[in-house]
């Protein structure tokens, strides 16, 4: 399991620290949430400050945009350092034209998808892409309970994903703690987001290494 800490919930009061303290706790990648409150009813940050964690850390810039018509601003994060690049299906009219936007500058691409959208809706782009995102809770917010009947989503897309001998990646975000990540594993999830289990633990080291499943 990769664990992808969020950084909605660090203390931006001491960003730079808080984004080496998940560095040196093992963090596989650094998850950015792009919220433009029209999509989701919260307002994030954009690509100036992309571009400033870029030039904070080497960790893979997990950028998660929760934004409508993303295709009028994948530019814009990819010149600010984003590495990994997400956009949710219920955002967008063009999702090839994403898809092709993000591949063309040789950056992973994955797709999001809220709790209610069926997964009929994603299926086709499926070998096109690098990863699934499921949200386990509807966007926008931090801090939210795991939505439970997610699980038998995220196993009903791996089981999709091994039949159809797919390479995609299923990355999971919200709701997500120690005391859950070993159902998401059982499920299927290979990545993890974790915004305050993490960055609201005392032991940041600790954290990552349970939600990686990992035993002393």
Same mark, same amino acid.
């Given at each position: 399991?990769?664990?992808?800490?969020?950084?909605?919930?660090?203390?931006?009061?001491?960003?730079?620290?808080?984004?080496?303290?998940?560095?040196?706790?093992?963090?596989?990648?650094?998850?950015?949430?792009?919220?433009?409150?029209? *999509? @989701?009813?919260?307002? +994030?940050?954009? !690509?100036?400050?992309?571009?400033?964690?870029?030039?904070?850390?080497? =960790? #893979?810039?997990?950028?998660?945009?929760?934004?409508?018509?993303?295709?009028?601003?994948?530019?814009?994060?990819?010149?600010?350092?984003?590495?990994?690049?997400?956009?949710?299906?219920?955002?967008?009219?063009?999702?090839?034209?994403?898809?092709?936007?993000?591949?063309?500058?040789?950056?992973?691409?994955?797709?999001?998808?809220?709790?209610?959208?069926?997964?009929?809706?994603?299926?086709?782009?499926?070998?096109?892409?690098? *990863? @699934?995102?499921?949200? +386990?809770?509807? !966007?926008?917010?931090?801090?939210?309970?795991?939505?439970?009947?997610? =699980? #038998?989503?995220?196993?009903?897309?791996?089981?999709?994903?091994?039949?159809?001998?797919?390479?995609?990646?299923?990355?999971?975000?919200?709701?997500?703690?120690?005391?859950?990540?070993?159902?998401?594993?059982?499920?299927?999830?290979?990545?993890?987001?974790?915004?305050?289990?993490?960055?609201?633990?005392?032991?940041?080291?600790?954290?990552?290494?349970?939600?990686?499943?990992?035993?002393?």
């Amino acid at each position: 399991m990769k664990v992808a800490p969020s950084i909605i919930a660090a203390d931006f009061t001491i960003i730079k620290e808080e984004i080496k303290r998940v560095e040196d706790a093992g963090a596989d990648l650094l998850h950015l949430d792009i919220m433009d409150g029209v *999509f @989701v009813p919260n307002l +994030t940050f954009g !690509p100036m400050i992309v571009d400033a964690i870029n030039r904070m850390t080497d =960790l #893979t810039l997990d950028t998660h945009l929760m934004i409508i018509k993303p295709e009028n601003y994948i530019e814009r994060f990819i010149d600010a350092g984003a590495d990994w690049i997400s956009f949710h299906i219920e955002a967008t009219r063009a999702p090839e034209l994403c898809i092709k936007q993000i591949k063309s500058h040789k950056k992973k691409v994955g797709l999001a998808i809220s709790p209610p959208t069926p997964f009929q809706n994603i299926y086709k782009y499926l070998e096109k892409i690098d *990863f @699934v995102l499921i949200m +386990t809770v509807n !966007p926008g917010f931090y801090g939210q309970k795991l939505i439970p009947d997610v =699980l #038998t989503r995220i196993e009903q897309l791996k089981d999709f994903i091994n039949k159809k001998k797919l390479s995609c990646l299923i990355e999971v975000d919200g709701g997500i703690n120690i005391n859950n990540v070993q159902k998401l594993d059982r499920a299927g999830a290979d990545i993890v987001v974790a915004g305050a289990g993490v960055f609201k633990s005392s032991d940041y080291k600790s954290a990552i290494k349970g939600l990686k499943c990992l035993k002393d």
